[in-house]
Every structure is written in structure tokens, then in C-alpha cells.
């Protein structure tokens, strides 16, 4: 008796493992209420935000925080002039995958 259901639970186990491997019961939602696939999207977006903020040599070491929430991009943080505001803006929404930008930037004082 205690070698079946030895065995019982060795496939049980086996079998949530292989489906968990595979994906399955992973369509889940995020504290935020997305799905785990929007969020990693999300996530990949901001990824490229930021990548085409460092690779704008103007913009590169300034205070710049990208947040991604279903393709809608918000930049905050604080940079020098009006003219970075604007270009920052214009670097995030020519990243392919963003729907709208959302621009929170500041004018140092």
C-alpha cells in the first residue's frame, strides 16, 4: 500500500512539474490587475524606452524614470531646460510599441 501511493504522488508531482515547464497555469494576473503577459510586455517597453533614452547623447545623463502601464509611457523626473522635455518626449514615443506618452518631466528650477 505505502509503495502505491509512493508511486501515486511521484506522477501527481511529475505531471504539475511537466505542465509547469510547459506553461500551463501561468495566464495569472499581476498585483496591478494585468495579465502576466502584459506585464512582462510592459516591461519589455520600458526597456527599450530607457535603451533609446541613453542612446539620445542629449539626454543620456539626466533624471529621466520611464513607467509603462499597456503601452502608455510616463516620463517624470527632473531635466535642465524645456528643449529636454520636449526631446525626451520625442525619443519615447518613437519607440515602436508605444501608444501614448505621458510626459511628467520638469524644468530644473
Same mark, same amino acid.
Request: include cysteine; hydrophobic fraction near 45%; glycine fraction near 12%.
Given at each position: ?5 509512493? #508511486? ?15 506553461? =500551463?497555469? *501561468? ?7 494585468? &495579465?502576466?503577459?502584459? %506585464?512582462?510586455?510592459? +516591461? #519589455?517597453?520600458? %526597456?527599450? $524606452? ?10 543620456? =545623463? *539626466?533624471?529621466? *524614470? @520611464? &513607467? $509603462?502601464? +499597456? ?7 527632473? @531635466?535642465? !531646460?524645456?528643449?529636454?522635455?520636449? *526631446? %525626451?518626449?520625442? @525619443? %519615447?514615443? &518613437? @519607440? !515602436?510599441? $508605444?501608444?501614448?506618452?505621458? !510626459? +511628467? ?5
Amino acid at each position: 500500500m505505502r509503495v502505491l501511493i509512493m #508511486l501515486s504522488a511521484i506522477v501527481l508531482l511529475a505531471g504539475c512539474a511537466a505542465g509547469t515547464l510547459l506553461g =500551463a497555469g *501561468q495566464g495569472g494576473r499581476s498585483d496591478d490587475g494585468r &495579465s502576466y503577459a502584459e %506585464a512582462r510586455n510592459d +516591461n #519589455l517597453l520600458a %526597456a527599450k $524606452v530607457n535603451r533609446a533614452m541613453v542612446r539620445a547623447k542629449e539626454l543620456r =545623463a *539626466q533624471d529621466i *524614470q @520611464v &513607467s $509603462v502601464l +499597456n503601452a502608455v509611457v510616463t516620463l517624470t523626473g527632473t @531635466v535642465p !531646460n524645456e528643449g529636454s522635455i520636449v *526631446q %525626451a518626449g520625442r @525619443v %519615447a514615443q &518613437s @519607440v !515602436n510599441g $508605444v501608444k501614448t506618452v505621458i !510626459n +511628467n518631466l520638469r524644468g530644473a528650477p
